[in-house]
Nanobody, 125 residues
Framework: VQLQACGGGLVQAGGSLRLSCAAF????????IGWFRQAPGKEREWVSG????????YYTDSVKGRFTISRDNAKNTVYLQMNSLKPDDTAVYYC???????????????????WGQGTLVTVSR
């Protein structure tokens, strides 16, 4: 069982990136997916989630209207489209999968069983 995240890079403020998270060894569509990020010196924070039972999307307030989470079941891959990026979005981004469906647990790092390796997003001013 493995998650592989990619798509990070260096982008100017206002730019866009799309992160991908591919699953190997299990079916991503049966799981709740979370995207988290961790900036230097800060704790890992939840960014977005896609609930497994109904596909509902959730976002932390700071990214609402700018980020979009989506899933391609045929490719067993989840995406995080990030638009209007800001320097404060700079962080290592992680995808994770689990079985929780209650939002409070979806927002917690403890609510996930498998994690990708992280991909660095750097937004310059």
């Amino acid at each position: 069982v493995q998650l592989q995240a990619c798509g990070g890079g260096l982008v100017q403020a206002g730019g866009s990136l799309r992160l991908s998270c591919a699953a190997f060894g299990f079916t991503l569509g049966y799981n709740t997916i979370g995207w988290f990020r961790q900036a230097p010196g800060k704790e890992r924070e939840w960014v977005s989630g896609l609930r497994r039972n109904d596909g509902r999307e959730y976002y932390t307030d700071s990214v609402k209207g700018r980020f979009t989470i989506s899933r391609d079941n045929a490719k067993n891959t989840v995406y995080l489209q990030m638009n209007s990026l800001k320097p404060d979005d700079t962080a290592v981004y992680y995808c994770a999968s689990g079985s929780r469906t209650i939002l409070s647990t979806m927002r917690s790092v403890n609510g996930y069983d498998y994690w990708g390796q992280g991909t660095l997003v750097t937004v310059s001013r």
